[in-house]
């Protein structure tokens, strides 16, 4: 016991520990033909989501978009409202400078991992994997620990919406990369003291 | 809706500029709290922050004891101004909270009509909120009555004739001319027509012999709703307009017209136009689109009723002048009395009808002539459009000499059992709308009520008897997603104003008046009498609103409001109206010695 106690002390406390909630409007899921249309990043410091720190911006795409069935429908973003926006390779110093500065929060990881690792190698950046806390991985955590303790046994829901539904937390317009970075860090921040994490090895 | 859209529509921050909002929103910070967080602790450390609830619950407790629970769109961390906690604040369900650092908050109180929400009490707070939320006033209605006048004032010497009156009004194109006697007077055309040539009197005729006077007249700053109201009193259609005390010109009721297509005075010149019963039949819808047009102009519902009550008034006068025409003059004087809304001037939409006929003579001839009259009047009020009262609380019903109206309402105060209390709350709020015979014995018994203690602890009951929908812990408690204003706030509040006013012995039936005559009388306290008659105005509005609503949708008209339908503010003063009732309630159950059955 006294060795796990110590490598709980080892990682950071969870308020300690600055969470960069991220996400990405995309063309699609695919980083190899489709583009990011947007970022929203906002931080979790100190347990309190800070706007005053958010960063957003809108990203035009480089080349040729890829406009596929649907797409729009997905993003809400037309080519026009991008044709203005900064290019991927001028706002990658400001992702970067944040997603260092801590643990990245995502919902979903994989998908927004494949499209941020493909953007920094595609613009000369190193990509060091930061330490990851995805809310996806959360929820399942959440929802077995919940049939440990004799509750449902269902399976959990994992599209944001649904997820913070479940959680009571209010209703948010989707399709806005800041929103719904926002939105996962409020379900982060459900989730944390669901689960009664204390440390962020707990977490990720 | 997202965080910043949220903050946008909940109080205060709704009235802030673009600017300082968007120094709020960029500052807000979020956090979440499972249920049992201790947030703050009552004499603790003051809160870092203004806090926002936006999902979830927080109880308020001293010592103990849970003295409110506040939910979405509430405020809490008031000790980041004062420095003091005052309770402990518990999350009693999972809390997501906006957060507004304490810096940026005191920077924003520099906006002085932002920082009156935090410093102020309900009444100011209700007043406030109306003039923030209310639509902008055409200039119509509120505009000053003296922005109407486009004519010079016009006169003649005290001496002068008819003839030299006439003569001015002819060369000067008005319709009336004011005589320079003390005090002076004025003549119309109508002055000429039916007080000179119908009576034959010669062209040498003194003009102030057929002048009226005292002139009634209001200063130039009154806004032309009052003007209008004040004419539909008093049934002029020349009003001297007078600035610095001297009279600077005449408003007519033509003039008023003008700016008014579906106005208080076009309906009432249509009354005035009526030539029998037939004519009394559009008489309903005029009234609605009147009332729609006022309320789509953003005057207050009270102010409304008392002009609906007036133009009520002048349609009863014309019914009662047919049922003399067709039964040939009554035999003594009598009062048409009128209750409930009506009597209180707080009818909007045309509602049941609650009415009496009070005469002089306990004779058999009255008692005749009066039972074909009652029928006369109610038939043509149904033709009007005021359906039959389903209790018969109709003149054909309630009708009498004047002996036995006494003798009733002495009864009812004297030996005030179940049925008694009911009719005193209708009958006492009574109101003399035609007739000539004086009804103020009527009052002296109702005066009697002042020193009935049993009395009025029945009358007290009664006003308790219905509660305002708040639940535990000064929650609003819903029913079918929402709250019944009627039941649940307008008529309690009418129940105890009632109270105090026959405790304090007032002749007023309005419950705005009562509750003022109240204050006056020194039963409440002023803040309590304000309160209250905020939250009375404010429920009576939102009552109109709602029946406008219905009728525009054809749905039935209905007292019951949709809570989702409304606004986060007016969440919170409903509320608060109906917490504001609350107290008065538990102010009468304590004076009156009310035992709750």
């Known amino acids: 016991m006294k060795g796990l106690s110590h490598f709980f002390r080892r990682s950071p406390a969870w308020e300690d520990t600055v969470f960069w909630s991220l996400d990405l409007e995309t063309e699609g899921l695919d980083p190899r033909r489709h583009h990011i249309l947007s970022v929203g990043m906002v931080p979790v410091r100190r347990g309190l989501i800070r706007l005053s720190e958010a960063y957003a911006s809108l990203v035009r795409p480089s080349g040729q978009p890829t406009v596929e069935n649907g797409a729009i429908g997905a993003h809400h973003l037309r080519p026009a409202d991008t044709a203005d926006a900064p290019d991927l390779a001028s706002i990658l110093p400001a992702v970067k400078e944040r997603i260092e500065e801590g643990v990245l929060l995502l919902h979903h990881a994989p998908i927004d991992l494949g499209f941020l690792r493909r953007a920094f190698s595609e613009n000369g950046h190193e990509w060091k994997k930061p330490l990851v806390v995805d809310t996806v991985r959360l929820l399942y955590r959440s929802a077995s620990q919940e049939r440990f303790l004799g509750g449902q046994n269902t399976d959990p829901e994992l599209n944001l919406f649904a997820a913070r539904q479940k959680f009571h937390l209010p209703l948010y317009p989707p399709h806005d990369a800041l929103t719904d970075a926002i939105a996962t860090a409020e379900l982060f921040l459900a989730l944390r003291s669901r689960l009664g994490a204390t440390r962020v090895s707990q977490l990720t | ?597």
């Not at chain 2, 259609?237 to 208080?264: A, C």
């Not at chain 2, 109610?378 to 019903?397: D, E, N, Q, S, W």
């Not at chain 2, 509005?541 to 949709?562: P, S, V, Y």
């Open chain 2, 1 to 597: 809706m997202d965080p910043r859209s949220f903050l946008r529509q909940t109080p205060p921050f709704d009235v802030l500029s673009d600017e300082d909002f968007e120094t709020a929103a960029g500052a807000m910070e979020i956090a979440f709290h499972p249920a049992g967080t201790r947030l703050l602790t009552a004499a603790g450390k003051p809160s870092e922050a203004l806090r926002l609830v936006r999902k979830g619950l927080v109880r308020l407790e001293k010592g103990g004891e849970v003295t409110q629970v506040l939910e979405e769109g509430d405020f809490f961390g008031f000790s980041v101004l004062t420095g003091t906690v005052e309770t402990d604040v518990i999350v009693e369900e999972d809390l997501l909270e906006y957060r507004i650092p304490s810096t940026v908050f005191r920077a924003l109180l520099s906006d002085e009509l932002f920082a009156r929400f935090f410093t102020k009490r309900l009444a100011e707070r209700l007043r406030s909120a109306s003039v923030v939320n209310m639509p902008l006033l055409p200039a119509d209605v509120l505009a000053p009555v003296g922005s109407l006048l486009d004519h010079r004032l016009v006169t003649v010497e005290c001496g002068a004739t008819v003839v030299d009156a006439a003569r001015r009004m002819r060369d000067e194109r008005v319709s009336s001319v004011i005589v320079l006697c003390d005090p002076p007077a004025i003549v119309t055309d109508r002055d000429l027509r039916n007080r000179v040539l119908a009576e034959a009197l010669g062209p040498d005729t003194l003009a102030c012999r057929v002048a009226s006077s005292p002139l009634r007249s209001l200063p130039d700053s009154t806004p032309v709703f009052g003007a209008m109201q004040f004419m539909l009193e008093h049934g002029i259609h020349h009003l001297p307009v007078l600035r610095g005390g001297q009279i600077s010109g005449i408003v007519t009721s033509t003039d008023l017209l003008r700016h008014q297509s579906h106005g208080p005075l076009l309906t009432f010149k249509k009354v005035e136009k009526m030539r029998g019963p037939s004519a009394a039949k559009g008489y309903g819808g005029d009234l609605a689109r009147m009332v729609s047009t006022l309320l789509g102009s953003g005057l207050p519902a009270s102010h409304i009723a008392r002009l609906v009550s007036h133009l009520n008034d002048a349609l009863l006068k014309k019914l009662v002048s047919w049922a003399e025409r067709d039964l040939g003059p009554p035999p003594c004087p009598f009062a048409f009395l009128v209750f409930g809304s009506e009597g209180r001037l707080e009818q909007t939409l045309l509602t049941d009808q609650d009415n009496a006929l009070v005469y002089r003579d306990s004779s058999a001839d009255a008692s005749t002539y009066f039972s074909a009259f009652a029928e006369s009047v109610v038939k043509g009020l149904v033709a009007a459009g005021f359906p039959p009262c389903p209790g018969g609380y109709m003149a054909t019903k309630w009708k009498g000499p004047l002996s036995e109206w006494i003798e009733r309402f002495s009864g009812w105060v004297q030996a005030p059992q179940a049925e008694a209390v009911l009719a005193a709350a209708i009958f006492f709020d009574f109101r003399k709308a035609g007739g000539s015979l004086d009804v103020s014995s009527l009052w002296d018994e109702i005066g009697q009520a002042r020193k009935n203690a049993p009395f009025l602890s029945h009358l007290s009951r009664a006003a308790v008897g219905f509660r305002p929908p708040i639940g535990a812990f000064r929650r609003l408690s819903l029913e079918n997603g929402g709250v019944d204003v009627k039941k649940g706030g307008i008529t309690p509040l009418q129940g105890v104003a009632r109270v105090f006013a026959l405790d304090a012995g007032l002749r007023a039936t309005s419950t705005v008046e009562r509750l003022r005559g109240a204050a006056s009388a020194g039963l409440i306290s002023r803040e309590m009498a304000d309160d209250l008659i905020e939250a009375f105005e404010f429920l009576l509005d939102l009552r109109l609103r709602n029946q406008f609503e219905a009728l525009t949708e054809k749905r039935e008209l209905g007292n019951h409001i949709k809570i989702e339908a409304l606004s986060q503010a007016e969440r919170r003063h409903l509320k608060e109206a109906f917490l504001a009732i609350r107290d008065a309630q538990r102010e009468i159950v304590h004076r009156y010695h009310v035992t709750t059955a």
